[in-house]
């Protein structure tokens, strides 16, 4: 088929090219954009607007949400014989597009601060805290753990008495004092 004469291409979601040379891909592949590729339409329809001299020139569209629009987007097709050939394989064409989100979505945005319902979001936001919690107490019992082993076992060595009558913790006759706040019972 000469693609400049093909007039509507439809692509479905799930479904794959029919292929000759190259292998097969998905009909509907998005690369990104503002609004990711969560909301990937079931079908999109494109539409020859004339030839550039060079190449057809698509309008597609598809059935989304008044938040959605296609952004930036590419028809791609096997050529029959050779890569370049303007003669294509039926069925070979698929919709390379960037999914962007409308001025109205960009308001939902910004309103919500995230995009995705409510149920969803306060489902996420409670998983979220309950792990944080989890982490956190794991981190408590590991520092614990940490403590017990190594200075809850060290007994303050005792010293032989300083002439003075008193008894002191080796450290005290032997170096420095301790930091502030130190107190020799808790060693």
């Known amino acids: 088929v000469l693609l400049r004469e093909v007039q509507v291409l439809t692509f479905h979601r799930g479904q794959h090219t029919t292929f000759r040379r ?47 629009h296609f952004g930036q987007i590419e028809v791609s097709c096997e050529g029959y014989d050779y890569p370049d050939d303007p003669y294509i394989l039926r069925g070979s064409c698929s919709l390379l597009f960037r999914l962007e989100l409308t001025e109205e979505g960009e308001r939902k945005v910004k309103n919500s601060g995230s995009f995705g319902s409510g149920y969803y979001q306060s489902r996420k936001d409670s998983s979220d805290s309950g792990a944080g919690a989890i982490v956190i107490i ?36 032997h170096q420095a004092p301790p930091p502030p706040g130190f107190k020799p019972s808790f060693t």
């Open 22 to 68: 190259t292998a097969a891909v998905p009909q509907l592949q998005c690369t990104g954009g503002s609004a990711g590729c969560s909301h990937v339409p079931e079908v999109a329809q494109c539409y020859n607007e004339g030839w550039d001299g060079y190449d057809v020139q698509w309008r597609c569209k598809a059935d989304l949400e008044n938040t959605y």
């Open 138 to 173: 794991v981190l408590l019992v590991l520092a614990f753990g940490v403590y017990k082993l190594f200075l809850s076992n060290q007994q303050p060595q005792q010293s032989f008495g300083d002439g003075d009558g008193f008894t002191r913790p080796s450290w005290q006759s």
